[in-house]
């Protein structure tokens, strides 16, 4: 199983980045999937998950709103759609898929894990 991130860099306070994760060696569909982020001294915190359909989504409330969570499992990808970035959203993200179909909420839920992709919002 392989998760690989991409999409991550330098932005300003204020911008955007979108976030990938293409997934394979696995059933894609079975999976709800996630997104968790790590800042440097930090505990990896959640950021976002969906379940195996997209149709429920759940948000940390440090990003809700500003982040938007989807997958097409068509192309075995997940997204993460983040506006109106913050310093504070300086992290590592990672991708996570599941041990199920359901959203989840705690690290220990998740079973694969993407190696992660800096992202950088300057103030």
């Known amino acids: 199983v392989q998760l690989v991130e991409s999409g991550g860099g330098l932005v300003q306070a204020g911008g955007s980045l979108s976030l990938s994760c293409a997934a394979s060696?696995?059933?894609?569909?079975?999976?709800?999937m996630a997104w968790f982020r790590q800042a440097p001294g930090k505990e990896r915190e959640f950021v976002a998950t969906?379940?195996?359909?997209?149709?429920?989504?759940l948000y940390a409330d440090s990003v809700k709103g500003r982040f938007t969570i989807s997958r097409d499992n068509a192309k075995n990808t997940e997204y993460l759609q983040m506006s109106g970035l913050k310093p504070e959203d300086t992290a590592v993200y990672s991708c996570?898929?599941?041990?199920?179909?359901?959203?989840?909420?705690?690290?220990?839920?998740?079973?694969?894990w993407g190696q992660g992709t800096q992202v950088t919002v300057s103030s």
């Open positions: 996570a898929a599941a041990r199920g179909i359901f959203i989840a909420t705690r690290a220990s839920d998740y079973v694969y």
């Open positions: 060696g696995l059933l894609f569909s079975n999976h709800a």
């Open positions: 969906i379940n195996w359909s997209g149709g429920q989504t």
